[in-house]
Every structure is written in structure tokens, then in C-alpha cells.
């Protein structure tokens, strides 16, 4: 990756050109079912989820078929909002919207019960002005989540690189979850670091992460990201 891939992963024209190039569906960092206990740990099945980033993923398909029924997806990129519209053509609850979630205006404020992010977050941080466009992303997931609503993010940053970023932008109440890089669906295979469904012990500089996990586990982490009005 060059560094003007890089520093464009924050803009439209960077994934309208790959979506062009990579028309195949691809998922970031974990598929539906291994992240499945995870979101029926914390999300509803009666409550609106917002799938940020949604690409041509098929994790929302797979959040379908497990009983969601209310899942809008948004994308900065035309080319993969038309074809996913395209793709579930027959298939009307499955909304795609082309949007910037760093202005999510279209959507009023208290719109969604939960917001699911795998890479979004993680995409802006590699663009320009990085942190000013991810706050602004932030405030904008803060003001359409309702009161209660958790705000789901699956990345690789470890609670070092995340947590000040998460707490500057808005009072969130986080918990810390973790799942291997290469988690199996087959879940009599698996000897996971640290069991999915358990938190791991947070504390305010996240240094008791490497406590529980030992240092630089292969695994992305996952806040839970609880909008609290205090």
C-alpha cells in the first residue's frame, strides 16, 4: 500500500475505484458468525442497527438471517451502494445509503439503537487530518445513536491508540472485548487468548489489557461503546 492509498482511505473517489476493481464481496477483520455472540450479547433484535463502512460485506446479511430486521447500511462509495442495492434487488429491507459517516445528517439524532463499525474508524485514522475527521465521525455516531445505544467497534488499535480517542470525543461508557484475528467458525477448534462473551478488564490507560493478554495479542478488539447520558 502506498502512502497516497493510505492517506486516501477517507475518500470517496479511493473506494469507488476498488469497489470497481474488487467487485467480489469481502469482509474486514471478522465475519458475522464469529462475531454473532457478541452482537446478541449487546444488541436487540427489536432495535435499528446502523452498519457504518458497510461495503460489499456480507455481514449484514448474515445479522438477517439471525433474526435483525431493521439494518440500514452506509457506504461513502456509489459504486458500492448501487450494486449492493442492485444485488438485494428482491430483497427490500435491505436499505443501502450512500453516505459520509462523518455527516450523517440525513438521519435525525436518536435514529438507531446500535452502530456497527469493523475498519471504518480504523480507515479515517489512516487518511488525512485524521484525528479531526475521526471526532467528527464519533460526535456524528454519538448524535444518531438513541440514549443507551452502544456503539459497536470491531479494529486493530489496541486501548493504547484507542481509548483517548473514544473518551476526547464523547463520555462513552466502554467495555473491552477480544476475538482472534483468524477466529474459526468451528468453535470446537478454537483456544481463544481470552473468551469472546467476557469482557476483558479495562482500566482508564488500558495497561491492564497487557496484564490479561500478555503483550501484542493477535487478536482485534472490540468496544462496546455504551452512550450513557449522565
Keep these: ?42 444488541v436487540p433484535h427489536s432495535q435499528p442497527i446502523l452498519v457504518v463502512g458497510s461495503g460489499n460485506s456480507v455481514f449484514s446479511e448474515g445479522m438477517v438471517d439471525d433474526g435483525y430486521t431493521d439494518v440500514v447500511n452506509i457506504d461513502i462509495s456509489s459504486v458500492v451502494i448501487e450494486a449492493m442495492q442492485t444485488k438485494y434487488r428482491d430483497r427490500p429491507h435491505f436499505k443501502y445509503i ?76 466502554i467495555k473491552l472485548h477480544v476475538i482472534e484475528k483468524l477466529a474459526s467458525e468451528d468453535k470446537s ?4 487468548v481470552w473468551e469472546l462473551t467476557k469482557p476483558v478488564p479495562l482500566n482508564d490507560d488500558g495497561s491492564s489489557v497487557d496484564e490479561a493478554l500478555g503483550q501484542n495479542p493477535d487478536v482485534h478488539y472490540i468496544y462496546i461503546c455504551t452512550k450513557e447520558i449522565k
Design 189 to 192: 477448534n478454537n483456544n481463544p
Design 1 to 42: 500500500m502506498t502512502t497516497t492509498g493510505t492517506q486516501a482511505y477517507g475518500e470517496a473517489w479511493y473506494w469507488d475505484n476498488r469497489y470497481s476493481n474488487e467487485p467480489g464481496s469481502f469482509d474486514w477483520y471478522q465475519k458475522y458468525p464469529t462475531l454473532a455472540p457478541i452482537i446478541n450479547l449487546y
Design 98 to 173: 450512500k453516505m459520509d459517516v462523518r455527516d450523517m445528517s440525513p438521519f435525525e439524532s436518536g435514529s438507531f439503537g446500535a452502530i456497527i463499525d469493523k475498519g471504518t474508524l480504523d480507515s479515517i485514522l489512516c487518511g488525512n487530518n485524521s484525528r479531526q475527521h475521526a471526532t467528527k465521525m464519533l460526535e456524528e455516531v454519538w448524535r444518531v445513536l438513541k440514549d443507551n445505544g452502544v456503539y459497536i467497534l470491531v479494529t486493530y488499535g489496541a486501548p493504547l491508540y484507542r481509548l483517548r480517542l473514544l473518551r476526547e470525543s464523547c463520555s462513552w461508557t
